[in-house]
């Protein structure tokens, strides 16, 4: 039975062969840029047609390996040998003979002829040349000098490849070469001056100067291209062990939680059960959901990271408010308040309430979110401690200094011969209280390769037993302004939000997220408006003026939110829209900005954080 990891690993292995046989053509038309060069060297000095032909011929025999070559005329019927390589190596006889079916082969353009070909056309050897030809590639030519001519090269391995491969640059080096024949020829018709055939001669040489000039330079692209091609072979081959790895870890992290979802959802289809147990159930249904989505989150983290396609978006705000929402968010988190009756979660910020932090907001939250998630994860009873203090010692010219941030807990804590290896990729350290979650493996990796790409540094102090503390340092990213402010306590979320008189436009196809968005709603009051796809979404907003708020979800039939939200922006600039999709990649909030919308979030759709997106817009 073929799996779904079999089909990942089956094309990666197919897109590394493409990548590799894409690096032979490359090679291959490397060789044939080289070829043109070198040959081009000879008719470009050259200033003797008879001299030309044999160099041309010397040249490309040396260097595709072919052991004979010769240059002949045709007249009636019958051919010379002008010029051949090795010299004087071939006769004027007992070659080969020319019938009409080969004259006409030859007239019509390159041929190419195997063993059991040559004899059908009458091909034979001189005896006393002792080699046996398999095969041979006849060019023709035209002239001033010879009306009807051609290029033999006599070749001794069946497959004729050494030429065959390379026939169309053979076949523009004769067209180049030919044209310069028909020069020196003229020349020395007319019989002009000196000075004359000089000039013309250093005009023509000045031409193919430039012309080799610019092979050397298509060398040298291809050279480049042809190294990030290997580059790409290489990344595709780390990729595959790094899918394979994954799939493998994924295969059995996600029945964890999915037994977790789907075991106790069929709990609840139970009569008998009590509202606690209820309660409990529903519990452990989303925060297995929320596992789920960690891994999914992880996975798609680690590729961005891994192919080096993560960017930053540096910006300036309040660290003290940042971190009272981070801890506020925390607090009303399922996993946590299952565990709040014996675990104590701690705000410790040790910095002026006005300071200000400069750095890339969504990923200095996804940093702490791995190391609180962790340490709320591991630590079954004491505290959870958040927090952030200056480092002093750490001042610079422009008034800017290191911050410091730090998670402690007083949970199981981390064996020290395991403290360096919990940053590798895939480790992971079982205890019997986490196996309900599962994981990748993948959250301390991942916060530090961000740490690191935003120039900081990340360590672990742990005990055995007594918990453990991580900290990381953001390099020259907090401003400290003269007027000194008391610290912030913590703000607590709103719970109740009215918004009575207030219109919102839910544009959704799902109806499972319909009624999901209607029910987080429905408690506000507002009035609740619904268009299936972005087309209806446009026609809703010209046809009812008091729409004040628009959910945007961003995959949507026949028109996408992106394209509604443009054409909305035509009619009315100034409502708020708010995009609310599945897709998480890094550039879509980016996409989103783009094309009008006025704020972002991602599914699965966070209850509180959709209320107070939504209520920034309705209650400025």
Not at 72 to 87: F, L, Q, R
Not at 368 to 373: E, F, H, P, V
Not at 542 to 559: A, F, G, S, T, Y
């Amino acid at each position: 039975m073929v799996t779904k990891e079999d089909t990942v690993i089956n094309e990666l292995k197919l897109r590394i062969k493409l990548l590799e046989k894409q690096n032979d053509q490359m090679a291959e038309g490397m060789n044939e840029k080289l070829l043109l060069w070198l040959v081009m060297e000879i008719i470009a000095q050259a200033d003797n047609k008879d001299k030309l032909l044999y160099q041309i011929l010397e040249r490309i025999s040396v260097i595709r390996d072919v052991p004979i070559s010769l240059c002949c005329t045709i007249e009636n019927k019958d051919y010379k040998v002008i010029s051949d390589y090795p010299a004087n190596s071939i006769t004027d006889n007992c070659l080969f003979s020319l019938s009409d079916t080969l004259i006409e082969k030859i007239e019509n353009g390159p041929i190419y002829l195997s063993g059991e070909e040559m004899a059908e056309v009458g091909f034979s050897m001189n005896t006393d040349l002792n080699i046996k030809p398999e095969a041979i590639s006849i060019f023709p030519f035209h002239c001033r000098p010879i009306p009807f001519g051609f290029i033999v090269f006599i070749e001794t391995e069946p497959s004729g490849k050494n030429i065959k491969f390379f026939g169309s640059v053979i076949s523009r080096i004769l067209t180049i070469a030919v044209d310069k024949i028909d020069k020196l020829t003229l020349l020395e018709e007319q019989k002009e001056p000196e000075n004359i055939t000089d000039i013309k001669i250093k005009e023509e040489n000045l031409e193919l100067s430039h012309f080799n000039k610019q092979l050397k330079k298509e060398i040298r692209e291809r050279k480049r291209k042809e190294k990030e091609l290997n580059k790409e072979v290489t990344i595709a081959k780390n990729n595959d062990e790094l899918k394979t790895t994954l799939l493998s870890n994924i295969s059995h992290e996600v029945r964890t939680p999915l037994n977790g979802i789907l075991g106790f959802s069929e709990l609840l289809r139970h009569n008998n059960i009590s509202a606690e147990e209820r309660n409990q159930y529903i519990n452990i249904i989303k925060i297995s959901g929320k596992s789920i989505l960690k891994i999914v989150d992880d996975v798609l983290d680690l590729g961005r990271i891994e192919t080096k396609e993560i960017e930053l978006h540096l910006e300036e705000f309040p660290v003290t408010h940042f971190l009272n929402e981070l801890y506020n968010t925390y607090k009303d988190d399922d996993l946590y308040k299952q565990k709040e009756k014996n675990l104590e979660l701690r705000l410790n910020v040790n910095i002026s309430s006005n300071t200000i932090i400069r750095t890339d907001k969504r990923r200095l939250k996804q940093i702490l979110d791995n190391l609180i998630g962790n340490a709320i994860k591991f630590t079954e009873e004491g505290y959870v401690e958040i927090g952030c203090r200056v480092k002093e010692k750490d001042f610079t010219d422009n008034g800017w200094k290191d911050l410091l941030f730090f998670v402690k807990d007083s949970g199981i804590g981390i064996p020290k011969k395991l403290q360096e290896a919990v940053f590798e990729k895939f480790m992971k350290i079982e205890y019997d209280i986490s196996k309900l979650y599962g994981g990748t493996g993948l959250g301390l990796t991942i916060a530090k390769k961000v740490v690191e790409k935003l120039g900081g540094k990340i360590w672990l102090n742990s005990t055995l037993g007594e918990g453990s503390e991580l900290y990381f340092t953001m390099p020259e990213s907090v401003f400290i302004p003269a007027k000194q402010e008391p610290s912030l306590t913590t703000i607590e979320l709103k719970d109740k939000y009215k918004w009575d008189g207030k219109t919102v436009l839910v544009v959704e196809d799902d109806e499972m997220s319909l009624i999901f968005l209607n029910e987080i709603l429905k408690p506000t009051d507002i009035h609740i408006l619904h268009a299936a796809n972005g087309q209806a979404a446009i026609q809703m907003i010209r046809n009812h003026p008091e729409i004040d708020l628009v959910l945007m979800d961003i995959k949507l039939p026949e028109l996408d939110g992106f394209e509604a939200t443009r054409e909305i922006r035509k009619i009315r600039s100034d409502l708020p829209i708010i995009a609310q999709t599945a897709y998480a990649m890094a550039d879509d909030k980016r996409k989103s900005v783009e094309v009008g919308c006025s704020d972002y979030i991602t599914k699965p759709v966070n209850r509180q954080l959709l209320l107070k997106t939504a209520d920034k817009f309705l209650n400025p």
